[in-house]
């Protein structure tokens, strides 16, 4: 996993910092190490949807993104923020579900309850459960009392926000000869792939706020400190740099030899865009590159017991953003 360093060092971090406060959940020499396998698998899906979410976008969720001390309080930061708290809640619950976990099980409070025209039943997902330990984890690494600690604090909320924001009902029918005249109902987590659709319209209509707008003395214990925004919207601070070029100073890659979809059926419309968001409105060009790949093909069995196969060549093009003198550059190095 590209990211698997940074994901341990971020649970280590949360492991060892807060032993003692999750020790007041769940007792038992495995309780920290089994609630930190599900951060980290959390941790790391969520990334991992980030990094799918923002494909064909000029910024595409790289690895300094996920590196959460320091960054500026950017669009793309409340996203990772909110995306991570999420994958963190969605994981545990999970695993909660399916008893992975000790002294967690279904939600059932609602068992036996009546709705319109259906009965609360069944195994629904413990989210209350998933949300209380994702925010003990995640929200403690939120030590600060200023303003990036509020609006930090804010989107991990937005993101487990958007995991309750998507349950799905799910009914199963009774009654004599499948007539449905009665439901058993429970509540189960949407695909992780649905909140992140959920969250990218969230960054979409993220909100700026003036540093006026959020209440200093702010600490994982105190919350409201974001005036005037729901707590399901994301919120930033600061304008996004320029995307499009290298920034080492800020771990940003820019453009310049990413690859992006000129043709292909099927594609999505923003992978359809790809070219000229990517390339062109960056000051790049589009460069077509073959690279012949070999492979075995048209094999046979002889029995027994010999495997006789062909080498056959294929030709890939992708389509890459190049620099226009480079471009020139190696057009004028071609045989002529």
Known sequence: MPNSRIVIVLVLNIYLGHAVASNLLMTGPKAHLTYARSVQMGTQTGIEECKHQFAWDRWNCPDSATQQ??????KETSFVHAISAAGVMFALTRNCSLGNL????CDVPNSGKMGRGWLWGGCSDNVDFGERISKLYVDSQETGQDSRAAVNL???AAGRQAVKATMKRLCRCHGMSESCSVQTCWTQLSDLREIGNFLKLKYNQAHKLDRDTVKEGNSADSRGA?????QAELVYLEDSPDYCRKNASLGLPGTEG????????GS???EKRSCRRLCHDCG???EERRTEVSSSCNCKFHWCCKVDCEDCSQVLTKHVCARREDAFRRRNRAPK
């Open 154 to 156: 804010h989107n991990n």
């Open 268 to 270: 999505s419309p923003r």
């Open 226 to 230: 974001v005036v005037g925004v729901a």
């Open 102 to 105: 000790e002294n967690c099980g």
């Open 69 to 74: 001390r320091g960054l500026r309080l950017t």
């Open 284 to 286: 790049f060009r589009v």
């Open 258 to 265: 990413r690859e992006c979809a000129q043709h292909g059926a």
